[in-house]
């Protein structure tokens, strides 16, 4: 059965299809939970919620690719990570000048592999991580991003630059 | 530059988006949590439906009494003050705002009145009140408690509804 039948069976709120519909999407969710939130209770939670979210108001929704379905999801899913976060701590967003002075290399990425890339993400102060999965990996706009995290368009901006240049560093140790 | 960084960090932590995976069981917990919170999306829907039916079956047996106690009364309907009732507010149950709301905009004397406006005031609260608390059970689900507030608020509407309409019609 493909996404397309699926949604259409959601939309319906047809039970069976949205099971089967989170039997596809829910390991890819559960990553996606972890980038942001980095303790499996917390990621289980965003992903019950993301699902009730999405099964919610997928009515509203008429033309999905299954592509465009995917990134639509897997942004509720970071959402409703965000908003874990933010309903328990404060976000600190950290700026420091040791990254300045880095230009940026998009083959320190390319060479690097897929553990060392995680690796180095879950080094990143929390504030670079969150604007930099949601900006490069899930495509937030920095207006969503700075909506999302309640901060100003400008300091999206400037983590967005600081995690670029931190990660590359981390990626070339 | 920046872009290319971007797009070789996306495409290489997509392709590590499956490496953590459900086990069977976990998975089905983890549904069994989803499926029931869906549920109660549709619980939410009947206490609406049940809500209305109070409002609509509240007008009626006051209508019903008014007749029967043999008092003057001439309601006259025209094209002209019909209301264009929405398949949604239908549904949600609405639809009683959406009477007084048409009505006062043909600047009744009544809906003017102090007494009126406090209604209409402890109305727009409580409506408020009932969102607030729709947002609560989206993002905790149902317990007894919200569902009991969820019962009470409705109930509270439905009354000052109620009011304000036996004012427009009186």
Redesign the interface.
């Given at each position: 059965m493909t996404t397309s039948d699926l949604i259409q069976l959601c939309q319906k709120g047809d039970?069976r299809g949205?099971?089967k519909m989170?039997?596809r999407f829910?390991?890819?969710s559960?990553?996606?939970a972890?980038?942001y939130i980095r303790d499996i209770d917390l990621a289980?939670e965003a992903?019950?919620?993301g699902?009730?979210?999405a099964?919610?108001s997928i009515k509203k929704y008429t033309h999905f690719s299954d592509n465009g379905f995917k990134s639509w999801l897997m942004k509720i899913i970071a959402n409703e990570s965000l908003m874990l976060i933010r309903e328990r701590k404060t976000i600190i967003y950290h700026e420091s000048n040791e990254e300045l002075d880095a230009s940026?290399?998009?083959e320190v990425?390319?060479r690097?592999s897929?553990?060392h890339?995680?690796q180095a993400?879950g080094l990143l102060p929390e504030g670079y991580r969150l604007v930099?999965?949601m900006?490069?990996?899930e495509g937030f706009s920095h207006k969503e991003i700075a909506d999302l995290l309640g901060i100003a368009e400008s300091t999206s901006r400037s983590q967005l630059t600081y995690a670029?240049k931190k990660?590359?560093i981390l990626l070339s140790k | 530059m920046e872009k290319n960084f971007d797009n070789h960090l996306k495409e290489k932590i997509h392709t590590s988006d499956c490496s953590k995976i459900y086990t069977k069981k976990l998975k089905d917990e983890i549904w069994e949590s989803v499926d029931g919170k869906n549920t109660n999306y549709n619980t939410n829907f009947f206490i609406r439906i049940a809500a209305s039916i109070l409002l609509i079956g509240g007008i009626s047996i006051f209508l019903f009494r008014f007749y029967s106690e043999g008092e003057a009364i001439q309601i006259t309907y025209s094209t002209e003050i019909g209301i264009d009732f929405q398949k949604e507010d239908l549904i949600t149950g609405d639809e009683g705002t959406t009477f007084i709301k048409s009505r006062c905009k043909q600047e009744l004397s009544i809906c003017k009145t102090p007494e009126f406006r406090s209604l209409l005031h402890e109305l727009e609260v409580t409506e408020q009140e009932i969102e607030e608390l729709d947002t609560m059970i989206n993002n905790y689900g149902y317990g007894p408690e919200l569902v009991k507030s969820k019962i009470d608020l409705e109930n509270f509407k439905s009354e000052i509804t109620q009011k304000m309409i036996l004012m427009i019609l009186s």
């Open positions: 039970s949205q099971r989170f039997d829910a390991d890819q559960l990553n996606v972890m980038r289980n992903v019950i919620r699902f009730t979210k099964f919610k940026i290399d998009s990425v390319d690097a897929v553990d890339i995680n993400m930099l999965s900006y490069a990996v670029r990660l590359q | -």
